[in-house]
């Protein structure tokens, strides 16, 4: 009992902080200066800016807040995991480790969630 305890809360602590440095990180600001992030932002598949930005902050905003919630989990990590695999090698495939170390350290953090999924403490079990 206390070992399940101990695994559901790690898992907790885990997605909760994973997705809140995401969304603090990257998804907010892309969020709250759309129109500065829609000149910066890299198109790599050519669907254009906005196109690009607003699957950015799908998967920066939206999926992070269904991950803290524990709704969807495993599926809300896939535009998170898509989105780092582009950036770290197709948009910024000249960076060492030592310059895409929080893209992977994220890729770590949402990979594991994917494959132990979200724990017990969800908001919504029947979601999870």
């Known amino acids: 009992m206390n070992e399940a305890r101990n695994q559901d809360t790690g898992l907790l602590f885990l997605r909760v902080s994973g997705a809140v440095f995401l969304l603090c ?8 200066n759309y129109g500065e992030q829609l000149k910066l932002i890299e198109d790599p598949f050519h669907l254009g800016g906005q196109v690009t930005l607003l699957l950015a902050i799908f998967a920066e905003v939206l999926c992070p807040l269904l991950i803290i919630a524990g ?29 895409g170390q929080f893209g992977w350290l994220l890729l770590i953090i949402f990979t594991s969630i994917l494959i132990a999924g979200p724990g017990r403490l969800v908001v919504v079990q029947r979601f999870a």
């Open 25 to 32: 990180v990257h998804g907010l600001p892309k969020l709250l």
């Open 71 to 99: 709704v969807l989990v495993r599926l809300a990590c896939v535009p998170i995991l898509a989105v780092l695999v582009i950036a770290l090698l197709v948009v910024h495939p000249e960076w060492t480790l030592l310059e």
